[in-house]
């Protein structure tokens, strides 16, 4: 079930037989966790959220307002804040499938966000609502996304005092060890 909630003119509580309907994608992309792993070559299929979007949620809008961020919420509590550009985004799934098996527990079953230009961290597992906003809600968690709200990777994003620039050569030399040990099997997890 996928609650729809903010901005709209009835709450909706989607059943995910609704989004399985819809016409399916697959992306090819890496993953990056703001902590330093990364995981790569990963093949994950489902519904762009574009698509949702477009066909779900533009509909109920409240008339006259415009949806500047959409925070996802996930069964446990999670939750993940995300501008409309970059949800919007035609990389952006919502995703039942990784590398051809359906999700299981520990990555986010039964559905999940995979947004692969932005952090990890705004992957929301176990999807279980969106609500639609009109303003940027306050950010009460840390410095690192107080200054980088948006998290994206190839920004390098993610600290709160050092620049991109400086960090961006230490974080990519990481990728190459790291797709060694994950593909023997160590894939770290964080
Ligand atoms: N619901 C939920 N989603 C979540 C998280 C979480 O704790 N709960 N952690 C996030 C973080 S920090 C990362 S790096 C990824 C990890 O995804 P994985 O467990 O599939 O490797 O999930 C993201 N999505
Ligand atoms: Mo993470």
Excluded at 44 to 56: A, I, K, M, N, P
Aim: with cysteine; proline share 8%; aromatic share 8%.
């Amino acid at each position: 079930m996928i609650k729809v909630r903010g901005a709209v003119t009835e709450k909706l509580d989607l059943p995910l037989a609704t989004l399985s309907a819809l016409p399916r994608k697959e992306i090819k992309a890496d993953f990056h966790c703001v902590a330093g792993w990364s995981a790569t070559d990963l093949v994950w299929e489902g519904v762009l959220f574009e698509t949702f979007y477009r066909t779900h949620l533009e509909p109920v809008l409240r008339p006259g307002t415009t949806i500047t961020h959409i925070a996802c919420r996930a069964l446990d509590g999670y939750e993940g804040v995300f501008t409309i550009d970059d949800i919007l985004a035609d990389d952006v799934l919502i995703a039942f499938n990784l590398d051809g098996r359906p999700l299981d527990s520990d990555h986010g079953a039964p559905v999940r966000l995979v947004s692969p230009r932005q952090y990890g961290y705004f992957s929301v597992k176990h999807l279980s609502g969106v609500a639609l906003l009109t303003a940027a809600p306050p950010i009460t968690e840390g410095p690192v996304l107080r200054s980088h709200p948006r998290g994206r990777v190839w920004e390098e994003e993610r600290h709160g005092l050092l620049p991109g620039r400086v960090v961006r050569p230490f974080y990519r030399s990481l990728i190459r060890p790291i797709r060694y040990l994950s593909s023997r099997g160590s894939r770290p997890r964080a």
